[in-house]
Nanobody, 116 residues
Framework: QVQLVESGGGVVQPGGSLRLSCAAS????????VGWYRQVPGNQRELVAG???????NYAESVKGRFTISRDNARNMVYLTMNSLKPEDTAVYYC??????????WGQGTQVIVSS
């Protein structure tokens, strides 16, 4: 069982930056693939960035070059650093952790609003 708690969302102007954090409970966190997803009302949840147990990140085309995902296995933390934010990045951002042995877990989400 893994519990995930996101933080760091808020309101930011276009061009600004935010850093989202995801704190995970439980052991063997290092074996999990972790990712950040986002969802706007009426749309499906979409993958923004993911990073496997081996540490290789992948990004949605829309955020490449602007967002960076990282993980600190010693602290059971996952981060999403978001730069050059655009209004279309406005969404609820969710942290996800998955492992074939246990399944997939979600946090409660954190709201990001990019607006002038």
């Amino acid at each position: 069982q893994v519990q995930l708690v996101e933080s760091g969302g808020g309101v930011v102007q276009p061009g600004g930056s935010l850093r989202l954090s995801c704190a995970a409970s439980g052991s063997v966190f290092n074996v999990y693939t972790v990712g950040w997803y986002r969802q706007v009302p009426g749309n499906q949840r979409e993958l923004v960035a993911g990073i496997g147990a081996g540490g290789s990140p992948n990004y949605a085309e829309s955020v490449k070059g602007r967002f960076t995902i990282s993980r600190d296995n010693a602290r059971n933390m996952v981060y999403l650093t978001m730069n050059s934010l655009k209004p279309e990045d406005t969404a609820v951002y969710y942290c996800n952790a998955k492992w074939t042995m246990t399944g997939s877990y979600w946090g409660q989400g954190t709201q990001v609003i990019v607006s002038s």
